[in-house]
């Protein structure tokens, strides 16, 4: 299998790359032969180098600058920029080439996508002129929204099927490309069906959801109570379409309530965390973390708090919570209330309303045997989620009925 996204280890920015990174290991682990196709700056350009029994191919597809770069803190390009690199990205030629020179070497019987934003979908039309079968798993909205996110210019999510003039353009074009793809996966439904209202049909689709590690480490610091406040955590993008301004908002206006917040995740919201961080000595900054750093601080958190505002399709970082037997407070948008049960194993609160935000934080502060109620369903959510091997089997199942 030949498993392809934008951005790959050690060059993580979201759940994708953490998705495709874990599939890919656990396949290896599974005695299949798997290589993994990704971008890379454009001094690295072809660099190939075997990560876990995994051979990594790593390309510049010619553009105006490498996606990673698009992420650091700060980051300000143009409006026309933009659209230069959208226009090049929608038929990448040079992407095409490289791809199709790999393809030649590794000779997969599976081509599986996931994010194809700074590849082209000329990826697509590439393996299937090769006769290999294509496989796509959706983690955002990309073949129906330009920016992946079905956010409009005001904030406010738009419904799949009420897009703006771009982004109707944007879906009518990758709606064409997609033909090339034998089977399109989402980690939800909701994913599938907002495709579905959006018009944008496919030869076969699957509900395939993300895998997860089961367990996780013992709690650390034991339980709150009289002995210490409650510990939210925030880990994740920090990002305008994440709800940084919510959160912001939120621990305000909750000034005489006693709790925690640790942040982890860095972005182009960075500055505003990091303020509020040195006004409220409630709010502690650790910017990114991975490993045995981020297990420690997951470990020692209470409450999962995700106050997204765009459509979001399967957070990693909720199935993550749920492991650790953490509740999540999570916006009332998307395919959230697919995993997050209001009362059970966590809280539901009006999108982009810092008010409702504030109101469910200090609800579990105040009310410590609530807290220890949605733990135990939080925990019971974690243990039923799909493991990395139910996940990566589900998706060989796929595999062998497009090559049997």
Not at 10 to 33: I, K, S, W, Y
Not at 182 to 194: G, T
Request: proline letters at 5%.
């Amino acid at each position: 299998m030949l498993i392809v996204n934008s951005l790959y280890a050690p060059f993580v920015v979201g759940g994708a790359e953490v998705v495709t990174e874990m599939l890919a290991n656990t396949l290896a682990e599974q005695d299949h032969r798997i290589s993994v196709v990704t971008s890379c700056s454009r001094d690295q350009d072809f660099d190939v180098e075997r990560r876990n029994g995994v051979d990594v191919y790593r390309f510049f597809p010619e553009n105006r600058w490498w996606l990673y770069e698009r992420f650091a803190p700060g980051d300000r390009r143009s409006a026309i920029d933009k659209v230069r690199w959208r226009v090049t990205d929608a038929w990448n030629r040079d992407a095409g080439e490289k791809f199709g020179q790999i393809l030649d070497q590794v000779r997969p019987d599976v081509v599986h996508t996931h994010n194809i934003k700074g590849l082209s979908p000329v990826i697509w039309h590439v393996a299937q002129r090769k006769g290999i079968p294509v496989v796509h798993t959706a983690h955002s909205y990309e073949l129906i929204c330009a920016d992946g996110s079905l956010l409009g210019r005001n904030g406010e999510s738009c419904a799949p099927q009420s897009r703006c003039m771009v982004c109707r353009f944007h879906g009518a074009w990758y709606r064409k490309q997609a033909a090339a793809i034998d089977v399109f996966c989402s980690p939800s439904q909701y994913l599938l069906q907002a495709h579905a209202k959006a018009s944008v049909a496919f030869k076969r689709s699957a509900h395939v959801r993300n895998g997860v590690a089961r367990g996780g480490p013992p709690r650390m610091n034991g339980q709150p109570g009289d002995d210490r406040p409650v510990r939210y955590l925030y880990m994740g993008q920090l990002a305008a379409h994440k709800g940084i301004d919510t959160l912001v908002q939120a621990v305000r206006s909750a000034r005489g309530s006693v709790f925690t917040l640790d942040v982890a995740g860095r972005g182009e919201e960075e500055a505003k965390l990091k303020a509020l961080a040195g006004m409220d000595d409630r709010v502690r900054f650790h910017g990114f973390v991975d490993g045995e750093r981020k297990d420690r601080l997951i470990s020692s958190a209470d409450v999962l708090v995700f106050p997204s505002i765009w459509v979001e399709n399967a957070p990693m970082s909720i199935a993550e919570a749920f492991r650790y037997g953490l509740p999540v407070i999570g916006s009332r948008i998307g395919a959230i209330p697919e995993f997050v049960e209001h009362g059970s194993n966590g809280l539901l609160f009006d999108t982009g309303n810092a008010a409702s935000l504030a109101a469910c934080m200090m609800q579990l502060s105040e009310r410590p045997d609530e807290l220890r109620r949605m733990k135990r369903g939080a925990r019971r959510s974690g243990d039923s989620w799909p493991t990395p091997e139910t996940m990566s089997s589900e998706y060989v199942d796929i595999y062998r009925s497009l090559i049997g």
